[in-house]
């Protein structure tokens, strides 16, 4: 399996660089044959990463501990299925992971581009394979999962304890692939421009690709957090680490992108803005890799240090350098046709969305290279750590949810005072009666009750309009289901951008809830001894301890009640491996729509007491929720409305393309 794995990169690796010589020389002399076979390269070098994919995987599966990968990530006591996800559970295999991803979007993108953007298609393809080319290389030459011992050691390592979780199966993989995802979007606008011809040809292919980043890196930073949430022990889910910061900042760039490009689309503006936008994700994007790959910012998250992560950092500079010199060379050709008319416009209203968003993401590029920049010029490090991100990013936040409940009354061009006040007007009372409510049931905190009444107004603003649009169909004879799946039938975007943003009003409800109103008490309880927190008594049982193959389980047994009623039982527990420097935790939950009782177990004594920290934790499955509304959304924007031809531009560009270059037969189609 080694031997097999290790001449897969070889060959992905040549396939790869062949894939972007063809496709440049190909699309430079109009050698239809070249291009068609450049093509195909890029097909293989997706199928023979995957063959080294599998290859590890059976390495791991057969407990092959000749391979020092494998020896260092996995051991006999290990599941199959955690078996199975080890393999991306280090630097090396999760590379390769990222590798398989990435060339697997590039054959996609390659075999189904939108009808606009197959005229620069042999350009973007060559962009697509140099990031497919690097990563292969990295693995191949840096970071090589296939690298043997002379002997076979009798067992492995095993996995860090911290990953043995179903967390494991979703948060990993999301991120890693939503990182490498942004490289797709980026290689339209690229391929789009080095081809020279129309600059607006890229916007359907970068706005569904870019639909897909945003949705695996917004799904990573999700389970990321219930992972955090229900793994670690701390009691939270987002402490503004360097490596959460890593996946929030492309993905705060790509839902810039995202609205930017409506903006583009439909009146050809934005257009040097949203190539400014893609450069600075993917170059975020790369960021991320640098330090989740032993960069020189301390994460608890990041791989053991390395000088791996540097490569990154070095391909980070120099493709946003080539990047913006190729927009500096192009820059004649990116003039938008027209400019915002009015402050008081939806296009001013987008604008205002991308630069907060913008800001938040350098607010927080800022707290994570700070520690850098202070080594640099004085000599020590200095963390920025949690309230520094919430004084400054809380704030913009804000101003970006009150944008959301907003934006989607303004009109195109522009709009009248009066006409956005009668459409705000239902929204804008629900909001204020909710925040009186709430104010008089207790909540006092200013920022709590905007909030609330931001996400009141936002929700509150997009039922009127569904109310609106399914009564207007029912006049005309349609009963309410069939009105309401007609009617996000006929606008798949728009309706499908309202699902998106009630999902992200629930994930925000569910932040403000618990990180304002979280109540706790830590005690050290005897068996039998019991702790009230809000409506809930916990009541200690005794201890146990469980022996498991590799690991000790300490476990807590608790009786649950809210008031007099039986909940349940509880048990926390904490593992003990020999020769690890630290105990990890699970914690005990129940969750139920109004509130979490999390109770995390600190210690066991010798005398038979429990330390314990117990926590009521408000609306907190509502950010999990929210996740699977977001994803719901999401698909509803990718589908094509029934009038809509795919991947035609509203008009006619700016500037006279250059001459298209004749495609291979089979073209339209993407295939043979």
Not at 188 to 217: K, N, P
Request: aromatic share 12%.
């Amino acid at each position: 399996m080694a031997t097999l794995g290790q001449y897969s990169l070889f060959l992905a690796l040549s396939l790869a660089l062949y894939a972007v010589g063809g496709s440049i020389v190909g699309a430079r002399g109009r050698d239809l044959r070249l291009l068609r076979s450049a093509r195909y390269a890029t097909y293989l070098t997706a199928l023979v990463s995957a063959v080294a994919v599998v290859a590890l995987i059976a390495a791991f599966m057969t407990r092959d501990f000749r391979v020092q990968y494998v020896y260092e990530h996995s051991n006999r006591a290990l599941g199959p299925l955690y078996t199975f996800m080890a393999f991306y559970a280090g630097n090396a295999g999760s590379l390769l992971y990222i590798t398989l991803n990435l060339a697997v979007m590039a054959a996609v993108a390659v075999a189904w581009p939108t009808r606009a953007a197959r005229g620069s298609l042999p350009y973007t393809t060559a962009v697509l394979m140099v990031v497919v080319a690097f990563f292969v290389g990295v693995v191949l030459f840096l970071s090589n999962p296939f690298k043997t011992f002379p002997f076979t050691p009798p067992d492995g390592n095993g996995l860090n304890p911290l990953l043995v979780h179903y967390g494991m199966l979703f948060h990993p993989p999301t991120m890693m692939t939503g990182l490498a995802a942004v490289a797709v979007p980026f290689s339209f606008a690229l391929g789009a421009l080095l081809s020279g011809r129309s600059t607006d040809e890229w916007i359907d292919a970068g706005r569904v690709w870019g639909l897909v980043a945003w949705l695996l890196l917004a799904a990573g930073n999700l389970f990321g957090m219930w992972w955090a949430y229900t793994i670690l022990g701390w009691g939270g889910y987002w402490a503004w680490d360097p490596i959460e910061n890593a996946g929030l900042m492309p993905w705060l760039a790509m839902t810039a992108l995202i609205h930017s490009l409506v903006i583009q689309r439909r009146w050809h503006m934005f257009r040097l803005w949203n190539y400014g936008l893609i450069i600075f994700a993917f170059g975020l994007a790369q960021f991320g890799m640098f330090l989740n790959r032993g960069g020189p910012v301390v994460s608890v998250h990041s791989f053991a240090q390395s000088p791996l992560g540097w490569s990154f950092l070095v391909f980070m500079a120099g493709s946003t350098l080539v990047a913006f010199l190729v927009v500096l060379w192009q820059y004649p050709r990116i003039k938008s046709e027209r400019t915002v008319e009015s402050s008081v416009s939806r296009e001013a209203a987008f604008l205002v969305n991308n630069l907060i968003l913008l800001a938040i993401a350098l607010a927080t590029l800022w707290g994570v290279i700070f520690p850098l920049v202070s080594n640099l010029f004085v000599g020590e490090t200095i963390t920025i750590g949690a309230p520094f991100y919430n004084q400054v990013n809380g704030p913009l936040m804000m101003a970006l949810l009150a944008l959301l409940a907003v934006g989607p009354f303004i009109p195109w061009r522009r709009a009248s005072v009066g006409a956005l006040k009668r459409a705000l007007l239902v929204p804008a009372l629900l909001g204020l009666a909710t925040m009186v409510l709430l104010g008089v049931l207790g909540v006092r905190l200013p920022w709590a009750l905007l909030g609330l009444g931001l996400c009141v107004l936002v929700t509150a603003g997009i039922g009127q309009e569904l109310v609106r649009g399914v009564a207007a169909r029912h006049r005309h004879g349609e009963a309410y289901p069939v009105a309401l799946g007609r009617l996000v039938r006929a606008n798949p975007p728009r309706y499908g951008g309202h699902i998106v943003h009630l999902a992200v009003v629930m994930v925000a409800a569910g932040i403000i809830g618990s990180h304002f109103y979280t109540t706790q008490r830590e005690v050290v309880l005897s068996p039998g001894q019991s702790v009230t927190v809000g409506d809930y008594t916990v009541q200690f049982q005794g201890a146990r301890v469980i022996p498991k193959i590799d690991h000790l389980r300490q476990q807590a047994d608790l009786l649950a009640y809210k008031g007099d009623r039986l909940l349940g039982t509880l048990s926390p527990w904490q593992a003990e491996y020999p020769n690890l420097g630290f105990k990890p935790t699970r914690v005990a939950i129940r969750s139920t729509p109004v509130e979490d009782l999390y109770v995390i177990l600190g210690e066991l004594l010798d005398d038979g007491r429990a330390s314990l920290q117990v926590k009521v934790m408000p609306v907190v499955a509502w950010m999990w929720w929210g996740g699977v509304i977001l994803l719901v959304g999401i698909l509803v924007c990718l589908w094509p409305a029934p009038s809509r031809r795919v991947g035609m531009l509203a008009s006619r560009p700016a500037v006279a393309p250059a001459p298209a270059l004749p495609r291979p037969v089979g073209m339209d189609q993407g295939t043979e």
